[in-house]
């Protein structure tokens, strides 16, 4: 068992979470992102304490952390169930605790502020670790594993694909050419190499020349993109009627996929065959914020990291 750390991720648009989400006494809710557990403490106490919670997180840590959080907090051990698993398997893992039916999901996705502050866990280009970026450490290819094992061209690729990085070919190349003489094992090793690739008038204004690659990386290692698909369909499939999924991202790509998937299920199937367009199936959600919440002023001033922060919500109306 890893050791849990007495440091608090701080949660986003907490209140706009459960305004969306309306918690109430007796609702099954679920938490595919548990971290150190203030979204899910919020859901528990607004549902008075009196619902049944159940939490998923990849990472060890922080299921140790939220554990003991919610002990002190005296909060019943009745009232939530902790699952080390990736949300991409909610269906199956509910499945085999007798649950096929639910009221309350909640997604916030990606890693948390306790990863980025710690450089044992190799998620910052800013400070120095070992490259590793695994949300579960008890398995799968680290960040060193990708960067000293895939071809130049599946990194140019992904730098480009999950970071928007246009210098992704040269990154690339540079870092291919590196390894082949020692290869990488640390964060700073790699991020100073990254930003030696593109001349320093070139660097972006705001944020280190390696961010973007580390994003991709991290993306990566812990496959993210096809987690979040998988989870959020399972979890659409998981509500029952009138119950409500809400999800908060970080990054342009994730709320891309986000708003397609809420735009597909909240539109009536037409019959592309029929010259009236006729309907042949009628929506089976219907969207809960057209355009997505965003942190106040006050909470951006608090705590910078809500600034890139969206939420999006949708109710299931029949099955
Ligand atoms: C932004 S943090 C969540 C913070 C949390 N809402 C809170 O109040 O502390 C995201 C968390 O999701 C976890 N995570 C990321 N991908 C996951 C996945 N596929 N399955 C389960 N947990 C995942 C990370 O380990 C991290 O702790």
Redesign the pocket.
Same mark, same amino acid.
């Given at each position: 068992m890893e050791k849990s750390m007495a440091v608090?991720?701080q949660?986003v648009l907490v209140k706009e979470v459960c305004s969306l989400l309306q918690p109430r006494p007796g609702d099954v809710m679920v938490?595919?992102? !548990?971290?150190?557990? /203030?979204? @899910?403490?919020a859901l528990i106490e607004a549902s008075e304490r009196q619902g049944h919670l159940i939490s998923?997180?990849?990472?060890e840590v922080?299921i140790e952390t939220?554990r003991e959080r919610f002990c002190a907090g005296g909060v019943p051990e009745g009232v939530y169930t902790f699952v080390h698993?990736?949300?991409?398997d909610v269906a199956e893992v509910l499945a085999s605790r007798g649950i096929t039916q639910v009221d309350k999901i !909640?997604m916030?996705? /990606?890693? @948390?502020s306790?990863?980025f502050d710690d450089p044992e866990r190799g998620f910052s280009c800013q400070v120095d670790g070992p490259l590793d970026m695994r949300?579960d450490r008890s398995e799968g290819d680290t960040a060193a594993d990708i960067v000293n094992g895939w071809d130049e061209e599946d990194l140019a690729n992904l730098f480009y694909e999950e970071g928007d990085e246009k210098w992704s070919r040269r990154m690339a190349k540079r870092i291919v050419e590196r390894r082949a003489e020692r290869k990488f094992e640390r964060t700073q090793d790699l991020a100073s190499v990254i930003a030696g690739s593109i001349p320093r008038k070139l660097w972006p204004p705001k944020i280190h020349p390696a961010t973007r690659v580390f994003l991709a990386l991290r993306v990566a290692v812990?496959?993210?993109v096809a987690?979040?698909r998988n989870?959020m369909e399972s979890a659409l499939k998981l509500l029952a009627p009138g119950g409500r999924l809400a999800v908060?991202t970080?990054q342009s790509h994730e709320d891309r996929t986000v708003k397609r998937k809420f735009r597909e299920v909240c539109s009536d199937v037409v019959d592309q065959n029929d010259p009236f367009g006729r309907v042949q199936e009628k929506a089976k959600f219907k969207d809960l914020a057209r355009r997505p919440l965003v942190a106040s002023a006050e909470e951006e001033q608090e705590n910078p990291r809500s600034r890139s922060a969206k939420l999006r919500g949708v109710e299931k109306i029949r099955n």
């Open positions: 608090f991720h949660p938490d595919l992102n !548990l971290g150190t557990g /203030g979204h @899910s403490l998923f997180d990849l990472d922080m939220a698993a990736n949300h991409g !909640l916030d996705l /990606g890693a @948390s306790i990863h949300y812990n496959g993210e987690a979040l989870g908060i970080f």
